[in-house]
Every structure is written in structure tokens, then in C-alpha cells.
């Protein structure tokens, strides 16, 4: 009987050998991952990233589990030629428990620049004198036209500039809010 043992703790994610078969010199016999410390990489549009930095917070999530945070460690230098992405990188430290593994897609929430927000695409409205623009809450009931400068978009996700922290951006009905304007 063999025992084969890893240099560090870490979760067989897959056995490439069978029982019996004749394996080569450093043939990899398992494929290990380390499961307190993960690696996730997110392709993003090139003005998009060119909002990260390393260091920023990133927020991971797989489905409806819970969030498990960790910071952006590199933004790559080269649009990748199949989805002119840019690579970022982030490292996390999941929890004992996560439901989070090697392989999944997952959701991924990034600390962009001080100057630079998020909202779903379907809260800005084109503006009559050009650019765009976005509602906001002033006061329950009450909102106001913000213009908005376009910094890059993702999916439905568009990160704009211009708006203050905190702003409560309207997402839905921002066509008939368009219509009452004078």
C-alpha cells in the first residue's frame, strides 16, 4: 500500500488516476485546491477596469449564499483577444462553510474608483441638450434630473460619474418620470 500525502491541507478536487493504473514519473495523480484562500478571476470592459485598482474590495457570491469578501491583487495590462475583456484578479478568504469552490460562476461586486458608481442600465435617460442622465430621491415622492458622465458599461451595469455617495437611483419607471419634465 501507497500513502500519498499533500504539502499543505487542502480538498481533492479531482482524481486523474484509477486504481491499478501505470502512471509516468510526476504524472499528477489529483488535481488539490485550497479552500480558506481562492483566486477569481473577472473579465471586465476595458474603461471598467480602468476604474480598479489593486487593493479595492471585491464581494463574491454563488447564487443565494452568502457574500465572502477580498481585494482586487491585479488588473491585467492586455485586452484578451476572445472577449475583449480585461482580466482582473481578486483573492479571497472564504469562511469555513462556503458554498463557494473552485470552477463556479459567481457574482462579483467591485470597489471602483472614489469618482465612480454603479447603476443598472435602466435607470439612465437620454438628456434633450445630449449626454445622460439619471433620477434620483430628493425626498420620498420627490426626485431630480442628475446628468451623468458614462464611464464604461457591463452586461446591464453601467458606471457613471457625477453622482454623490449615497444617491437612491431610480431603476424603474424613469419614462414617465421623463414625461413630466417641463
Known amino acids: 500500500e501507497l500513502v500519498i500525502k499533500a504539502s499543505a491541507a487542502q480538498q481533492v478536487m479531482e482524481r486523474m488516476v484509477e ?3 501505470r502512471v509516468e514519473g510526476a504524472a499528477p495523480l489529483f488535481k488539490l485546491a485550497r479552500l480558506d484562500e481562492m483566486l477569481v478571476d473577472v473579465q471586465m470592459a476595458p474603461e471598467l477596469a480602468r476604474q480598479v485598482a489593486p487593493g479595492r474590495a471585491v464581494w463574491v457570491r454563488q447564487g443565494e449564499g452568502a ?5 482586487v491583487v491585479s488588473v491585467g ?19 469555513a462553510g462556503s458554498d463557494l469552490r473552485p470552477g463556479q460562476w459567481v457574482s ?3 470597489q471602483l474608483n472614489a469618482r465612480a458608481h454603479t447603476v443598472a442600465e ?4 437620454s438628456l434633450a441638450q445630449g449626454g445622460e442622465g439619471v433620477f434620483v430621491e430628493a425626498a420620498p415622492g420627490r426626485y ?8 464604461g458599461r457591463q452586461a446591464t451595469t453601467v458606471a457613471v460619474s457625477g453622482l454623490s455617495d449615497g444617491a437612491r437611483v431610480v431603476v424603474r419607471g424613469t419614462a414617465a418620470l421623463k414625461a413630466l419634465l417641463p
Request: charged share 20%; no cysteine; net charge positive.
Open 108 to 110: 462579483v461586486r467591485l
Open 122 to 125: 435602466s435607470a439612465l435617460v
Open 77 to 95: 495590462a492586455r485586452v484578451n483577444e476572445g472577449n475583449q475583456g480585461v482580466s482582473v484578479r481578486a483573492r479571497l478568504k472564504p469562511a
Open 67 to 71: 457574500e465572502v469578501s477580498g481585494q
Open 19 to 21: 486504481l491499478g493504473q
Open 144 to 151: 431630480r434630473l442628475v446628468g451623468v458622465r458614462v464611464l
